[in-house]
């Protein structure tokens, strides 16, 4: 078991609805639960869940500011060079925002 902090940048929409063109710009943070089983010395298998704080921005007629407190959830495999460093890659939604991501980064234990 773990606890994982997350800080996300979700980029920023432009489309056009109704002839007017609209801009959304989310940003989350985050803590979360991570279990992990492992399937060798270096391979694990994880999960998460935990609660994400998601403010967004949309741009119209007018400017629209909303923040949203949300489960979010995910799932991944994680290679292990040594006691400390980790390769990771994931997939992580958001309960009610419904955005996914699919990523891959470096994992540092202490």
């Known amino acids: 078991?773990?606890?994982?902090?997350?800080?996300a940048n979700w980029g920023t929409?432009?489309?056009?609805?109704?002839?007017?063109?609209?801009?959304?710009?989310q940003t989350s943070m985050g803590i979360?639960?991570?279990?992990?089983f492992d399937l060798g010395p270096s391979f694990a298998l994880f999960g998460k869940l935990g609660f994400l704080m998601t403010e967004q921005e949309t741009r119209a007629t007018s400017t629209t500011d909303?923040?949203?407190t949300e489960l979010?959830?995910?799932l991944g495999v994680k290679y292990r060079f040594g006691a400390s460093w980790a390769a990771r890659a994931e997939w992580e939604r958001t309960e009610k925002?419904?955005?996914?991501?699919?990523s891959i980064g470096a994992e540092?234990?202490?």
């Open 66 to 68: 909303r923040e949203e």
């Open 1 to 7: 078991m773990a606890v994982e902090a997350t800080y």
């Open 97 to 102: 925002l419904k955005v996914q991501m699919l």
């Open 13 to 25: 929409v432009i489309g056009t609805v109704n002839a007017i063109n609209v801009s959304a710009k």
């Open 72 to 74: 979010h959830y995910g």
């Open 32 to 36: 979360a639960a991570v279990g992990s």
């Open 108 to 110: 540092y234990r202490f």
